[in-house]
């Protein structure tokens, strides 16, 4: 079993930057594709950005892409989540999750993601 601590969230203004980071324990993270999400209130989660287990393959979302940067350090056993030029509509609980490797499936899906760490608050101020 896999654990997973994020970290870094906080209160930034408008075109600020933050670096969210995906800690994880238990097992490690070489074996596991990555996901970030995120939730903002009355809203469905969804799909920020995912990287493959060997970090040679990366995907994002339309409405964070060239903005947001998704990265692994398998030595450290963590993921990065690097946000620049943040915008107010970013503001949500933003939590990574992992998936084996033998787990098909869209990276884009929550749902197949078995593994999920607690969520760290990101708010953007206008």
């Known amino acids: 079993q896999v654990q997973l601590v994020e970290s870094g969230g906080g209160l930034v203004q408008a075109g600020g930057s933050l670096r969210l980071s995906c800690a994880a324990s238990?097992?490690?993270?070489?074996?596991?594709?990555m996901g970030w999400f995120r939730q903002a209130p009355g809203k469905e989660r969804e799909f920020v950005a995912a990287v493959r287990w060997s970090g040679g393959y990366t995907d994002y979302a339309d409405s964070v892409k060239g903005r947001f940067t998704i990265s692994r350090d398998n030595v450290k056993n963590t993921v990065y989540l690097q946000l620049n030029s943040l915008k107010p509509e970013d503001t949500a609980v933003y939590s990574c999750?992992?998936?084996?490797?033998?787990?098909?499936?869209?990276?884009?899906?929550?749902?197949?993601?078995?593994?999920w760490g607690q969520g760290t608050q990101v708010t953007v101020s206008s």
């Open positions: 238990g097992r490690t993270l070489s074996s596991y594709s």
């Open positions: 999750a992992a998936k084996s490797v033998y787990t098909a499936g869209d990276y884009r899906s929550p749902s197949v993601y078995p593994h």
